[in-house]
């Protein structure tokens, strides 16, 4: 692969043949989010007297105050600590809470249906304390047999049931214990189909732990409209005002009706949603100019003999600036959405990363972990010789149309393409989403177009009904003028 030069289109131009190490990336994201950062901080700060609450009275909230962010529960609003809800279902916030959790989970296992049996133990203080950590939604069982049962991360779950047989028998496990153990314990329960544990309090201690709210009694109500007299009563009766209320009501339930219609066909919420609802950070992974030439989650082939010059213009080292702008866009979304995440180069990350959480993916023959990706479905990559690329559709392959000849002068390119990926990888079950061109021209494309509200809208055109929970591949096409590309448009794509 021929050595790419950076040229940064923010700065007009200057600094053209100076190399990037992505290593200075860290603080190119901290002036280039400084604004946004600084935005939140003020948002914060707003509402530094105030209390934030969830609709859910199941789930912790969060109290902003001169302290920090500080864990509470909807008991908190009502009578002071407690680690008990209205419904019986636990989510413990606090160190305090979780604690108690842990304390718990040590008299399950020193019980003599868990005591016998270290591999069930096992599974059992895996799981919980996963999800205290606020791992939970990491609990696959690819990961749970890989983390507990030694397990290569390339097993195939479909032949090797090691996982679900335990999960079923730590159901047994709890499900005998807590019939002798019941009255006042912490309850911990694996509900079929899940490997999170839920945690709750018997059912009979509930009510008293919750003060009823006081509302209206029947005959409060009833004293009021017994006033109002006959007169009144008829007058809501009569077929006019009925016919009034009843067409109000159905322009009502219309506009709801389109509301959340609009809401649920938004194509930008739509295709984010699987990375923004974790709660793992994402995974940022920037391909390099090893890529494609090394090994992935390896360390450099360093020496003691190797300059400062050296080290910084190593092919494990140097980035491209197209590519650092399109991850930032990338960045810029996530603060924006309040998500944490982390960035990596294509050498330094790790599949455990990857099965951390969400990954955004930039780069395409100068990111492995890319092309690991694409190999297996129908739009990949190939080389016919040494100098061009193609995106080979499995279904046409005849079409050579999506194409780049690497000799050509980067001036003289007017063309470009790009994959546009969003899948849950079967190997590490995570979502990943990836921007990747044939050059760097289609790959600053696919970031504008995934970044961008409006771009995303041109899916919408093209998706089949309920594609917002479907794996997708698109390929893009974007005109290049001397150095710069346009926007992208869809000219292909698959939906499983």
């Not at 010059?309 to 080292?317: D, L």
Request: aromatic share 10%; with cysteine.
């Amino acid at each position: 692969m021929s050595r790419f030069h950076s040229f940064d289109p923010v700065t007009s131009g200057k600094n053209r043949n100076m190399p990037v190490t992505y290593r200075h990336i860290y603080t190119w994201l901290a002036l280039t989010l400084a604004d946004v950062s600084k935005k939140r901080s003020n948002a914060l700060a707003l509402t530094s007297a105030s209390t934030t609450l969830s609709m859910d009275p199941t789930q912790c909230y969060t109290r902003f105050d001169h302290k920090g962010v500080v864990g509470m529960t909807r008991n908190d609003l009502i009578d002071g600590p407690t680690l008990r809800t209205s419904d019986g279902v636990f989510h413990p916030c606090t160190d305090l809470e979780r604690e108690e959790v842990r304390k718990q989970l040590q008299r399950v296992l020193a019980s003599p249906v868990f005591q016998h049996s270290k591999r069930y133990a096992a599974v059992l203080k895996y799981i919980v304390d996963q999800t205290l950590a606020g791992c939970g939604d990491r609990l696959k069982e690819r990961t749970i047999g890989i983390e507990v049962f030694q397990r290569l991360p390339t097993y195939d779950t479909a032949t090797d049931h090691v996982v679900r047989s335990a999960a079923s028998e730590v159901r047994k496990r709890l499900a005998q214990y807590y019939q002798d153990n019941a009255h006042g314990q912490l309850r911990i329960d694996v509900l079929l189909g899940s490997y999170v544990p839920r945690f709750s309090w018997a059912e009979e201690e509930d009510h008293a732990a919750l003060p009823s709210a006081s509302l209206p009694t029947v005959p409060a109500a009833e004293e009021r409209l017994a006033s109002a007299g006959p007169a009144t009563s008829r007058t809501w009766l009569r077929p006019r005002w009925i016919l009034a209320a009843l067409l109000i009501f159905a322009v009502s339930l219309s506009s709801w009706g389109v509301f959340f219609r609009l809401q649920r066909l938004d194509p930008f919420d739509g295709f984010w949603r699987p990375v923004l609802s974790s709660h793992a950070p994402v995974l940022l992974c920037i391909g390099n100019l090893e890529g494609g030439l090394g090994s992935m989650g390896q360390e450099p082939d360093l020496n003691s003999t190797l300059s400062l010059v050296g080290f910084h213009n190593s092919p494990h080292e140097t980035v491209n600036l197209y590519d650092v702008n399109t991850m930032t866009k990338f960045a810029r979304l996530l603060e924006s959405r309040g998500r944490r995440f982390e960035f990596k180069s294509q050498s330094d990350a790790t599949f455990t990363d990857l099965q951390n959480g969400p990954a955004i993916l930039v780069g395409l023959q100068n990111n492995n972990w890319t092309g690991r990706l694409v190999s297996g479905l129908r739009f990949t990559v190939e080389h016919p010789n040494f100098t061009k690329v193609i995106i080979r559709d499995r279904k046409n392959p005849s079409n050579q149309d999506w194409s780049i000849d690497y000799a050509t002068p980067y001036l003289d390119v007017t063309r470009d393409y790009a994959l546009v990926l969003r899948m849950a990888d079967p190997r590490t079950e995570q979502t990943v989403v990836v921007a990747a061109g044939i050059t760097v021209f289609g790959t600053y494309a696919a970031g504008d177009f995934l970044t961008s509200e409006n771009e995303m809208k041109k899916l919408s055109a093209i998706a089949p009904p309920g594609w917002e929970k479907k794996n997708m591949e698109l390929v893009l096409s974007t005109d290049v003028i001397r150095a710069r590309s346009g926007p992208a448009t869809i000219i292909a794509a698959e939906f499983w």
